[in-house]
């Protein structure tokens, strides 16, 4: 069984279109993440969630929000998409947060390719 | 905000051959992280520090937690084929998840 699952693994669309990334994860872990890779695979955390606090990187626009209906599962939102935002967004999880010195070990999802016209 | 120097960008190296990199900064940081990235693949983590001056292995990968809070290096010994791959470090300096900064990457290619 994928450990992390992501759909869609490709997502193609219009500039000013809303739409949304669904993460799952299976290992009962407490705390989720998004993380975007633009085309220079350079890698940005985005948030990180458990089920007492979303942590936000203040530079992600708000048009990005996360979403958790229940421990498993943390959706992406995107409104108004732009063509920047075109990249490969991922999905993970971990026990604790990772950089709090617990060893956490991280698991990735397989990403979400987007791609804005 | 924060940024860390990784270097090499890439390396070409012969098979059996060891790996070094290593990411630098001005910014003093709590936790490096090293992960690696195969390709159409998400990151894995490798190898996770938490004290200055922590050596700590995995396998035939080393990394240090540099003495000054300012510098991480990762080593793989007697490379082999399936260590082709992107790999990044991270540093963790607290706060929020905008504490969480990535390198550049290195890219390694292996080869036979």
């Known amino acids: 069984d994928t450990a992390v699952s992501q759909t869609p693994k490709y997502l193609v669309t219009q500039m000013g279109n809303d739409k949304s990334i669904k993460c799952e994860q299976n290992l009962g872990h407490d705390t989720m993440y998004w993380y975007k890779q633009d085309s220079k695979k350079f890698l940005k955390i985005m948030f990180s969630?458990?089920?007492?606090?979303?942590?936000i990187n203040e530079t992600v626009p708000n048009r990005f929000s996360p979403k958790s209906p229940d421990k498993a599962h943390l959706n992406l939102h995107i409104n108004s998409l732009e063509l920047g935002d075109s990249a490969v967004y991922f999905c993970?999880?971990?026990?604790?947060?990772?950089?709090?010195?617990?060893?956490?070990?991280?698991?990735f999802g397989p990403g979400t390719r987007l791609l804005v016209l | 905000g924060q940024q860390l120097n990784q270097s090499p960008q890439s390396m070409f190296i012969q098979e059996g051959e060891d790996v070094s990199m290593n990411c630098t900064s001005s910014s003093i940081f709590n936790t490096w992280l090293w992960y690696k990235q195969d390709p159409g693949e998400g990151p894995v983590l490798l190898i996770a520090?938490?004290?200055?001056?922590e050596l700590t292995s995995n396998g035939r990968l080393t990394a240090q937690f540099g003495i000054t809070r300012k510098d991480s290096f990762l080593n793989i010994s007697a490379s082999i084929p399936s260590d082709v791959g992107i790999y990044f470090c991270a540093g963790y300096s607290g706060g929020g998840a905008d504490g969480l900064t990535f390198g550049k990457g290195t890219h390694l290619i292996i080869q036979p």
């Open positions: 520090l938490y004290k200055a001056g």
């Open positions: 969630y458990n089920n007492k606090e979303l942590i």
């Open positions: 993970a999880s971990s026990q604790e947060w990772l950089a709090g010195g617990f060893g956490e070990t991280q698991y």
